[in-house]
């Protein structure tokens, strides 16, 4: 073993042994929650962003976002002269270390889940999300691919995060794949003017 590994060796068992010592004095899941609630403050996507998003997704024309009241609402117009016009509102997370990156939400009304296109904006609102969580690990990363789609219960959208083309990519690199792991949601709000994400810490001391 070299000199820098034996340092490294140390350094990760001092944290270790720092995060189990703040445990055992209650104080560890403190610190965790409040470095998750300072981050939060930063992981907001404003409606403007939102918008934006779903303005790029192929066929829209032209589009409107507007969160409010536990509610996204979306007003979309399309090539062919038809328009679109539902409401998500987030449902649940759930996100598992090496496993399932999901985001659900519930839509009005119900029946606009059952077209397509609104399974597209749900993934084009995805992807926003996850740049704004683990936007570090993926730049620069290849986007080229099949695209991601929301799939369908009932009056529900789930989208796994893991299945957008750039977390994909950053999947496939080991240091960006650990990145992507350690960094999880543990709830996703729809507050007056967008949408507040607060992030959860896995496998850290901390």
């Known amino acids: 073993m070299s000199r820098l590994d034996v340092i490294k060796s140390l350094l990760r068992s001092a944290a270790t042994e720092a995060g189990s010592r703040l445990d055992r004095l209650g104080i560890g899941a403190s610190l965790k ?3 998750s609630l300072a981050m939060a403050r930063r992981l907001f ?8 998003a779903v303005a ?3 066929e829209v024309i032209a589009a409107t976002v507007s969160t409010r009241g536990g509610r996204v ?9 038809s328009a679109l016009l539902f409401c998500l509102l987030p449902a649940s997370v759930t996100f598992a270390p090496h496993g399932s990156k999901e985001w659900s939400v519930s839509v009005e009304p119900g029946e606009a889940a059952l077209d397509p296109r609104s399974g597209d904006i749900f993934a084009a609102l995805a992807g926003e999300v996850a740049t704004t969580l683990w936007g570090p690990f993926l730049r620069k990363q290849a986007t080229r691919g099949k695209t991601a789609h929301a799939h369908r219960e009932a009056d529900h959208l789930i989208m796994d995060l893991r299945t957008l083309p750039e977390v994909r990519a950053a999947l496939a690199q080991r240091m960006t794949a650990t ?3 350690a960094l999880a949601l543990q709830s996703i709000a729809a507050e007056e003017g967008g949408l507040r994400l607060l992030p959860a810490f896995t496998g850290l001391p901390l």
């Open 56 to 58: 790029r997704v192929p």
């Open 179 to 181: 990145g992507i792991d």
């Open 73 to 81: 609402r979306i007003d979309a117009s399309f090539c062919d002269g």
């Open 45 to 52: 996507i404003p409606d403007a962003r939102l918008t934006a």
């Open 33 to 35: 929650q409040t470095l």
